[in-house]
């Protein structure tokens, strides 16, 4: 796949619209410059970037920079959608950042085991979510090289400073 984005995109798989909502409004108050959008479980996920089900005709050329996935939805569950994207080569390379309120070593760890980037449990406050959504886009968006960007990380963010 040779898709290049010009501006950062995060597609976020919850079956939650006010997690959605908050996470939105997190990302405009830390200052990221990014377009999120939202599907409703992994099966939607999985219909968005194959271009099936109701979104068989979108017109788009953009793939996510970064995925935020849910574990605890219906239809198809997180880590279902997680295994599916990992086993597709043209997919498997997107960072997935596992986004749920399951603090649970098993779902770490079964995550990580099945190609998860990250796992960053929900934040309970709204302080506590611009913080993490302005370290993850800091870090995944500003610093990190990622396939689908065009440029990479910023050139000041490579100089070695004493």
């Not at 992994?42 to 068989?56: A, H, T």
């Not at 793939?63 to 880590?79: A, F, H, Q």
């Amino acid at each position: 796949m040779k898709i290049k984005n010009r501006q950062p995109f995060i597609l976020m798989a919850d079956d939650d619209s006010d997690d959605y909502q908050l996470t939105k409004a997190a990302l405009k108050e830390s200052g990221a410059q990014v377009r999120l959008e939202r599907v409703a479980d992994g099966k939607e996920l999985l219909d968005y970037l194959f271009y099936r089900g109701k979104f068989v005709d979108t017109e788009r050329s953009l793939c996510p920079s970064l995925i935020l996935l849910d574990l605890n939805m219906p239809v198809k569950n997180g880590k279902e959608a997680l295994a599916a994207l990992k086993l597709n080569p043209d997919f498997r390379q997107i960072p997935v950042v596992v986004y749920t309120s399951s603090s649970s070593i098993d779902d770490i760890q079964s995550s990580y085991q099945m190609g998860a980037s990250t796992y960053i449990p929900k934040p309970a406050s709204f302080e506590s979510l611009v913080d993490t959504m302005k370290v993850l886009c800091t870090y995944w968006l500003d610093v990190a090289a990622l396939p689908f960007s065009e440029t990479g990380p910023s050139p000041d963010r490579m100089r070695v400073t004493a």
